[in-house]
């Protein structure tokens, strides 16, 4: 199956279970030595809580994640 083939099918599924596949294809491949947690990924982690709790930056629902993306997506076309 190529992979034009493969996106045609999926299309036809519903967002739900897009972000399932997604995640799952993601989940599915390698890691980098990037993505291991190390000293450095406990320090972005730590800053970016104490902007949280600093009130510096704030959370968005999951609403206003996907509206985000969405318009990213238009934006690109």
Known sequence: MSVAEIQ???SD???KERAELALWILDSL????EEEAGP???KEALRRKAELDSGQVQTLSS???WDGISRERESEF
Do not use: I, N, Q, Y
């Not at 390698?30 to 030595?33: A, G, L, S």
């Open 63 to 65: 609403a206003e994640f």
């Open 30 to 33: 390698p890691r980098t030595d």
């Open 13 to 15: 599924l519903s967002d």
């Open 8 to 10: 045609k099918s999926v």
């Open 40 to 42: 450095e990924s406990l």
